[in-house]
């Protein structure tokens, strides 16, 4: 697709080199081998897509993608459309949970407004990349044209540049958009072929009934969009939003880059499999922070062969599980680099 030939472009390689000597150096720290056990994984995935031997996720980069999604009209999420501006507002005034824990970890946050409901004109620490007024309901029409698709990656694209010219060495994709574990949900089950009662859950809050009526809307959008042969980037356009495609690119772009990449939940997810499905090796630059309460995550893991780090319950989005890793990740790095050595401290080594 014109405009969007980046995406063929190679995937830097994980410097295993880096990984070995990391792998090693946690074989020598007094602890016995194997210990501190997820935690030496971490430090030694960070120092092989670092290539270093001091592995940091500092400075930690978010991109929180703002975006509406027509298939609100369904009624398939417990909150009013209304919600995804008020809470724009409420994230860039430092009120929302993510905002909240970015400061706390100090992380620095851009909120990119892809396009959501109503154009708010504009917004203090908020970037406007409007590619619509929300996007098409994929229930009886397809979610973006392929102009809006090649923008939207683009937009994901250009985030990751700005990330890096920041100095990121973590990136953290978040969104926020009522309405969007639908298309995450339309997604998965279209590039996994998994039926729809296995993947759709409840999102915000839905009931039983609610959850009925969520998988006929995508059963409905499947049935509309899914045909043989059809490409992975246009079963983006026909049933993502702007804040998963935009997400696709970043990770893409992330992995071109050799910026390692912490996946946040379930809408994060849908992105990071079209991703992985667009260019298979960006898989190598992941790093999964959470289970997401959201029953169909658990599938979206096994199809990654992912195995995330914390299962808190958690179901919010915006980045906040990709947040809730960091420090996790921290004391892993300064484990790594700090501990002392068996030779080092006099203690004997088995
Ligand atoms: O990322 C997750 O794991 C997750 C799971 C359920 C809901 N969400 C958030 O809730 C909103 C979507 O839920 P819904 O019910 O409106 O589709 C959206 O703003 C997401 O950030 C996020
Ligand atoms: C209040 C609220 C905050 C959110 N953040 C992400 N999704 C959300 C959905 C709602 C309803």
Redesign the pocket.
């Known amino acids: 697709m014109e405009g969007l030939l980046w995406i063929n472009d190679p995937i830097l390689p994980i410097d295993s080199m880096a990984a070995d000597s990391a792998r090693r150096r946690q074989d020598q720290l007094t602890k016995p081998r194997g210990s501190l056990g997820r935690l030496e994984e971490m430090a030694i995935k960070l120092a092989g897509m670092q290539g270093a031997s001091a592995p940091s996720p500092d400075p930690v980069h978010i991109l929180q993608f703002m975006s509406d999604h027509g298939v609100?009209a369904e009624g398939?999420?417990?909150?009013p459309q209304e919600v995804?501006i008020q809470?724009m507002r409420n994230i860039a005034h430092g009120g929302a949970a993510v905002s909240v824990m970015a400061e706390a970890i100090g992380a620095r946050m851009e909120i990119i407004d892809l396009g959501i409901l109503t154009d708010p004109g504009p917004v203090e620490n908020v970037r406007s990349e409007r590619l619509g007024f929300g996007t098409g309901n994929i229930a009886r029409e397809p979610a973006m044209s392929e102009e809006q698709l090649v923008a939207a990656m683009n937009a994901g694209r250009s985030g990751v540049e700005r990330a890096l010219s920041n100095g990121a060495r973590l990136l953290i994709c978040g969104?926020?958009?009522?309405?969007?574990?639908?298309p995450a949900t339309a997604v998965a089950c279209a590039l996994l072929d998994k039926p729809v009662v296995d993947m759709v859950g409840?999102?915000?809050?839905?009931n039983a009934e609610g959850i009925d009526r969520k998988r006929q809307a995508i059963e409905s959008a499947l049935a509309l969009h899914l045909e043989p042969g059809r490409s992975t980037l246009d079963l983006l356009a026909r049933l993502g939003g702007f804040d998963i495609v935009a997400t696709t690119g970043a990770y893409i772009t992330a992995a071109q880059r050799g910026l390692p990449i912490l996946v946040?939940?379930?809408?994060?997810s849908a992105a990071a499999l079209a991703a992985v499905r667009l260019q298979p090796e960006v898989r190598n630059w992941m790093i999964f922070s959470h289970t997401?309460?959201?029953p169909g995550?658990r599938l979206m893991m096994e199809a990654l062969d992912a195995d995330p780090y914390l299962d808190l319950g958690?179901?919010?989005?915006?980045a906040t599980?990709g947040e809730a890793l960091v420090p996790l990740l921290r004391l892993a790095c300064v484990v790594h680099q700090r501990m002392a050595t068996f030779s080092e401290a006099g203690v004997t080594e088995v």
């Open positions: 609100a398939v999420s417990l909150y995804t809470m969104e926020m958009g009522i309405g969007n574990t639908t409840p999102g915000t809050g839905l946040d939940g379930f809408i994060m997401s309460a959201e995550h958690m179901r919010l989005g915006e599980g």
